[in-house]
T-cell receptor, first 116, second 110 residues
Framework: EPEVTQTPSHQVTQMGQEVILRCVPI?????FYWYRQILGQKVEFLVS????????KSEIFDDQFSVERPDGSNFTLKIRSTKLEDSAMYFC??????????????FGAGTRLSVL | QKEVEQNSGPLSVPEGAIASLNCTYS??????FFWYRQYSGKSPELIMS????GDKEDGRFTAQLNKASQYVSLLIRDSQPSDSATYLC??????????FGTGTRLLVSP
């Protein structure tokens, strides 16, 4: 069964360092997303991406964050200068064309980011 | 601010019983609704989507939507210990983004 693949599963970094989280969406999907979940809290939307540009972003997704689809398979989230509060589980998701009224989003296993 | 509200639980049911999970949402314009299951330390796993008022059944799961009351529910029939997880209600909050509730923790005891 097709799945969204994320690497690494756990990333430890020092405050102020740049990190890149990587995702391989499901192969025929066109819409890509990043969400994050701080421990014990709800899943929060960060950004959606379609046709090589950001289609929607949240207030969390400030200038420290960027996304890119560097080739035909990868989708990346870059955090330029990590802060302690960026520590969270980051989930990549992808969806195909809308089904009815909705975009059915499938999530990867996540990358746990620990900022020290 | 679009909100999705869920009782955090835990909701405890015996094996074989029906578990009923509820969710309310604030944005009357929401069009698509999803239930995800999340095991501890894992990612959200899609269970069902629903777009129209009424019931939608898939195996042991039934989703119910009432747009007038801004209410979505998930029924799990013949609950199994393996159903013990956190159930997340998600509602489209914009073009594509999903707004999640905090989730309801379900415990199914053997």
């Amino acid at each position: 069964e097709p799945e969204v693949t994320q690497t690494p599963s756990h990333q430890v970094t020092q405050m102020g360092q740049e990190v890149i989280l990587r995702c391989v969406p499901i192969s025929n999907h066109l819409y890509f997303y990043w969400y994050r979940q701080i421990l014990g809290q709800k899943v929060e939307f960060l950004v959606s991406f379609y046709n090589n540009e950001i289609s929607e972003k949240s207030e969390i997704f400030d200038d420290q964050f960027s996304v890119e689809r560097p080739d035909g398979s990868n989708f990346t989230l870059k955090i330029r200068s990590t802060k302690l509060e960026d520590s969270a589980m980051y989930f990549c998701a992808s969806s195909g064309a809308p089904v009815g009224l909705g975009y059915i989003q499938y999530f990867g296993a996540g990358t746990r980011l620990s900022v020290l | 601010q679009k909100e999705v509200e869920q009782n955090s639980g835990p909701l405890s049911v015996p094996e074989g019983a029906i578990a009923s999970l509820n969710c309310t949402y604030s944005d009357r314009g929401s069009q698509s609704f999803f239930w995800y299951r999340q095991y501890s330390g894992k990612s959200p796993e899609l269970i069902m989507s629903i777009y129209s008022n009424g019931d939608k059944e898939d195996g042991r799961f039934t989703a119910q939507l009432n747009k007038a009351s801004q209410y979505v529910s998930l029924l799990i029939r013949d609950s199994q210990p393996s159903d013990s997880a956190t159930y997340l209600c998600a509602v489209n909050g914009g073009f594509q983004k999903l707004v999640f509730g905090t989730g309801t923790r379900l415990l199914v005891s053997p």
